[in-house]
């Protein structure tokens, strides 16, 4: 059985660092696209940061210069977050794009989410 396990948040000051990891454990073939969301309180999830396996990463505009996505050769995934901000506060999920078998079609799966607050 596929699982994504989050880990790395906590509380940090206002301009401080955190690295969020993401294991991806299981019987896994390939994994497509690594996400990392977020979710603040009374707010709907948005997409921080992508990466896929041919090397493209993408991040959202409130992110860009502060946070960078990676992803190593196995089945994990990093969000280095510098320069945090209190509106950073979020539950932070990883999710993935992948194939457990090269006959399956590519699914999606995530992880339970790691808090991440952000104090001034």
């Known amino acids: 059985q596929v699982q994504l396990v989050e880990s790395g948040g906590g509380l940090v000051q206002a301009g401080g660092s955190l690295r969020l990891s993401c294991a991806a454990s299981g019987s896994i073939f390939s994994i497509e696209t690594f996400y990392w969301y977020r979710q603040a309180p009374g707010k709907q999830r948005e997409l921080v940061a992508s990466s896929t396996s041919g090397g493209t990463t993408t991040g959202s505009d409130s992110v860009k210069g502060r946070f960078t996505i990676s992803r190593d050769n196995a089945k994990n995934t990093y969000l280095q977050m510098n320069s945090l901000k209190p509106e950073d506060t979020a539950v932070y999920y990883c999710?993935?794009?992948?194939?457990?078998?090269?006959?399956?079609?590519?699914?999606?799966?995530w992880g339970q989410g790691t808090q991440v607050t952000v104090s001034s």
């Open positions: 999710a993935a794009i992948l194939r457990i078998t090269t006959n399956q079609a590519y699914s999606s799966y």
